[in-house]
């Protein structure tokens, strides 16, 4: 099927209404699974969709929404039984129609989340979408209809791109605040399904077409791709589950929405061929409004766009070079420390993290999909994904949830034909080195044509001129003085003539100089009135990032001051005055009033005249037992206890850098293998018992929420640990704990400690545990007396 | 529904927080902080649907479903209602992620909203109640009763989320263990009577916790 032929020759497209509405009028009782029918009463199936055909639908749904393996696991039926059976109806209505008309595959949610907030895994969704979309080759179009994650909506996307050539709309479900349930805003999911090449997208279900305006509205403004509505008639009544929207008002509304730009309608939850037919009416005679736009520069996360029509900052300090403690953080898989990186320098102001973890020596690919999932888990600003190998960021690509800029291609046709189609493929924007075989060219008009050579190979492959940020390259003042004027000439030139964005890593210009800092400013701003638009830089330097927003303000773009005044007007020293003045502190004194920036800093200073193990173990571990008794006494309760153990590990954060620096290695106490045993989602628990046992010095293996039994028995066997945490919430996962000890016991010599809310000690015993950990101090005692401390 | 406010019961999360006194000045600040970006933040969502009752050996039974409420706690606890709603409240996934930020900025604020959030759904289930007993003002209410409290079974719960189309419209999902996600998730059923009833205590009995609660331990209750 040729959607675009039947585009251009039709004003509007007209879709089905709802299925589940009509299915469950013919009697189908809630909590049967509505796919089953397409084998039970085919006929059934065949006779709705006539009666959306007669009543005007060019393109019906098959019975297929929720066909996918994990629905249908209890039904003893295949996804290939299932959707055959659907598709085939589907062809057979299609033969009785009086008119061409158009069978879909529709595909909804799994009805699992992807992890970090679910537990399944992006590739096993991919996988699901994939046998459904194979399955129903024989439809004429894919329906990807009712995502709420738009991770979840990628995946299928990808699963219909890469395993048919069939086209494809994407339609997600909107709140009344112009989100999905997950958070998904209407600019990002508009920017990634358009990037991934959704032939439409839209908007279905959860609301009436009064209350869905502002969110079409909002749609048609960011996307020159078909616009797709199907809403539901109104809202349902919870004792009758009759919807409130009678069918000629539910015309009317949409008629409202042409303005708008719309070109596809149908209904969604609650309609049904009136629907349609009072639609198809209306819609008589009118012409579709749809207009080209100008699309802004753009990138996003799933629910957070940043339109790049001013300078943004990228912060650049998610990146191993030059940075001991950053190299043992890969090195350890500490994804908590490269999480604080990216927290730290949002806080500190910037837009866009720049995410490289490349290190000799490590798995790069498996570290950038970690540090990923892990980045996204905690925070909306939209990444940069860099690497220098196609493998890692054609992956990288994949699993993330939004468009990421790729840092980087250059001039060499390797690097071009390697990066730009995955570019391409991803909808993605890149950063352009201006460098090719020869090196960085020495004139201005050198470093342009190289600018230009990627802008048409870019073009060639349909990639956007507003996704392409060329870097014309800092160079080292001190080396080459003439070369920063030409840089900045460079950019203003590529900027004006390709209509591209720019970008530069800054810092890079002092190398070698005094007063670092002065001179990167005063590059940055110099950059800054030529056009720059995205600096890569440290924006934890105040001065720095206190540039762009006073470029932003001189530049009339930061209107009325309102940004630099609330970053920069505060009266915020007053505010927060304690009690005691650093100097007068002790340690102890900061530790047991959660002071954790006091903390830190008092540790430094200790460290000036001071061992590091002598603070260990003359301060921060006495003030630990000191607040674990207290706590055990009922004097201090939980929250002070895991306040104190965040101060120290804040201190031992010092340490730990402190020592590498003077190239000493830390002591371990142990490795200790922990985990939220298989099944169970809740992991705060496990979270804070391994801050308590770091605090005492054991090396903690994380192997997170939901373990399969085997991981923890490989990462025993693997880390010959002596020790295994295991955590459970519910009493129905208790059954995760004990399948993991059992298995534990046939393969690997080691002790057993359980803890969580439902856990007794009767019942620790029962299952084969050595200890029961009643709480986290208690899990630290347990460490201690199987390592003989 | 949708609840667009709700106000967190900050001395409920406190007690959650395992407190058996008033936090100090300086810790009730950072509480009532949180607290406050939680009300701001989440975005509540609501499904529930009346259906009504027949009584089957051990076992209730929704009418006009396949669904089946097993276990005699479940019927015990209707034993004098004609219908009942089925109900599916949650505070978003937003609540998920600012557990996870907030417990990579320290933990112990990570643990402080975690407690935060599970007061604020049972603010909104409140919220939800309060909205029944105006919506349905001549009949008489148990109080919420949710799979996993006594011999109600916790695997009811996939079955409710499928009943209510939670997931379309709340964005609820259940895990293969029965789990909910977003994590600060409840499901719930809620007897409906034209006659009194005699509520009682929701009392121990019924929690998974009364044999590990620090509560009882010391003597006291949680408040439910």
Known sequence: MEL???????????????????????????????????????????????????????????????????????????????????????????????????????????????????????????????????????ADIIVLETMTDLLEAKAALLAAKENSDLPVIVTMTFEENMRTFTGCCIESMAMTLGGLGADAIGINCSLGPRELFPSVEKLCGCTNLPVVIKPNAGLPDPVTNEYNVMPEEFAELLVKMIPLGIKIVGGCCGTNPDYIAATVKAFEGRKCEAVTKTLPSAVCSASNAVIIDCPRIIGERINPTGKKRFKQALQEHDLDYICNQAIEQIDAGAEILDVNVGLPGIDEREMMLSAIRAVQGICDTPLQIDSSIPEVLDSALRIYSGKPIVNSVNGEEKSLSAILPLVAKYGAAVVGLCLDEDGIPKTIEGRVAIAEKICKRADALGIPRSDICIDCLTLTCSAEQEAAMQTIEALRICKEKLGVRTVLGVSNISFGLPQREIVNRTFLTMALTKGLDLPIMNPNIASMTSAVRAYRLLANIDKNAKEFVENYGGDTAASSQPAVKQEDMTLGYAMSHGLKNDAAQITAKLLETTEAMEIVNNILIPELDKTGAEFEKGKIFLPQLIMTAGVAQSCFEVIKQSMLKSGGAGVSKGKIVLCTVKGDVHDIGKNIVKVMLENYGFTVIDLGKDVDPQLVVDAAIEHDVKLVGLSALMTTTLKGMEDTIKLLRQHHECKIMVGGAVLTPDYAAQIGADYYAKDAKQSCDIAKEVYGD | MSVNRFMINIDEAVRYMGYR???????????????????????????????????????????GTKLRFIGNSIREHLACCDSVVVMCVTVSSRADELIRLKEREDIALGFMTDCLASAAVEAVCSEVETELANKFSTKFFTWRFSPGYGDFPLETQPHIIELLNAGKRAGVTCTPSSMLIPSKSVTAVIGLSDLPIDKGRRGCVVCNLSKTCDFRKRGVRCGT
């Open chain 1, 4 to 138: 675009k032929k039947l585009l251009s020759q039709k004003e509007f497209l007209f879709l089905d209404g709802g299925m589940g509405t009509m299915l469950q009028s013919a009697g189908l009782e809630a909590g049967e699974i509505p796919e089953l029918l397409n084998l039970d009463r085919p006929e059934l199936i065949e006779d709705i969709h006539l009666k959306y055909i007669n009543a005007g639908s060019d393109i019906f749904y098959c019975n297929t929404f929720g066909a996918n393996r994990y629905k249908l696991a209890k039904s003893g039926k295949t996804v290939a039984e299932i959707i055959g059976a659907a598709v085939e109806i589907g062809n057979r209505a299609k033969k009785k129609a009086d008119r061409e008309v158009f069978c879909a595959l529709d595909i909804g949610p799994i009805g699992q989340m992807i992890e970090p907030n679910g537990t399944m895994l992006f590739d096993e969704a991919y996988d699901i979408f994939r046998e459904m979309i194979v399955a129903g080759k024989d």
């Open chain 2, 21 to 63: 006194e008033p936090p100090d000045e300086a810790q009730m600040k950072t509480i009532t902080a949180l607290a406050a970006l939680l009300e701001h933040e989440l975005k509540p969502a609501v499904v529930y649907r009346v259906f009504p009752i027949g009584f089957i050996e051990g076992a209730v039974e929704l009418k």
